[in-house]
């Protein structure tokens, strides 16, 4: 059995997908800074999360070959 190739391919498309989202969100750090400091927290709380939304397919791309179940 040969290894895979995905499971780099996919640690490296996750590394891409996390530095992409920093990147992103701290291009709007000086809006959010203009915020309650509350509402910073539940932004950055928001934006911590939300990256994690693609990773279920990729991750299932990783092990199966295949985006969708």
Known sequence: MTPSWRKPAGALLIVGLILFWAVLVTSFSGSIARLHPLVQ???YLLTG??????LKP??????TGRWRA
């Open 58 to 63: 990729l991750l299932r791309w990783m092990e």
């Open 49 to 54: 999360i939300i990256w994690i939304a693609p």
């Open 41 to 43: 927290a539940l932004v």
